[in-house]
């Protein structure tokens, strides 16, 4: 019972600490930082991750800093993502797994790309499943493992999976082709205000939707994104 009350403490804290940071409200980065660290220091996941996050932002030399600085600021990063990964904080197996695919932090490395993609995606965690069906897609050509992972990640209100979906209902890639299916997922991504989504659905007189006559989506790096 007293952990769950010092878990609930944190908890509020933390809430509270992202309502200020949202809304501008605290004095100075260095008061941000501090109260975040205090946090993740008695082991609040979501702030280990948070300062991940910043400390990743702060290994930016656009903002002036050394190359000293901004290589300690990747470490720290690195430190606080694996401190909730430890605690099986699933948006942070999801970054480090990012992190391995574009080189940032760490140098690129595909099987641990994948392995952090998977663990996370396996908790549930959204944009992972969408970089899981990203991956059987684009690496694997397996449209059907693909559908799979797509519509965990379009179920859970991921919009560019959603989108992709839809297409893939379409165009009868790993699964069967079918029109109201592909309209439907169509329009979820489009009133999230997906922009290729939109462009696949135009409104008719009912205010229903339908399938635009443009051409079929094709598949590539370039419009199968992240986040």
Not at 6 to 21: K, N, P, V
């Amino acid at each position: 019972r007293k952990k769950s009350q010092e878990y609930d403490a944190l908890e509020r804290s933390y809430q509270e600490g992202m309502a200020r940071y949202k809304n501008d409200e605290f004095e100075s980065e260095e008061e941000m930082v501090a109260f975040f660290t205090e946090l993740a220091q008695k082991g609040h996941a979501g702030a280990q991750y948070w300062l991940g996050e910043v400390y990743w932002d702060f290994s930016d030399d656009d903002e002036g800093r050394s190359e000293e600085e901004c290589n300690r600021c990747k470490e720290v990063s690195l430190e606080w993502i694996y401190k909730a990964i430890e605690q099986g904080y699933a948006d942070a197996m999801w970054l480090l797994g990012y992190w391995y695919e574009m080189g940032e932090i760490v140098e690129k490395e595909y099987e641990k790309t994948l392995y952090w993609y998977r663990k996370s995606a396996e908790q549930g965690f959204a944009s992972a499943q969408y970089s899981m069906a990203v991956h059987y897609i684009n690496n694997e050509k397996n449209y059907v493992e693909g559908a799979i992972w797509l519509r965990k990640a379009a179920e859970q209100g991921h919009d560019k999976a959603q989108f992709h979906l839809g297409a893939f209902y379409e165009n009868g890639l790993g699964v069967e082709k079918n029109l109201e299916e592909a309209k439907r997922w169509y329009q979820k991504s489009a009133e999230q205000g997906n922009e290729d989504a939109v462009k696949r659905v135009k409104p008719k007189p009912t205010n229903a939707f339908s399938v635009s006559e443009n051409k079929q989506v094709v598949f590539s790096k370039s419009n199968l994104q992240y986040h």
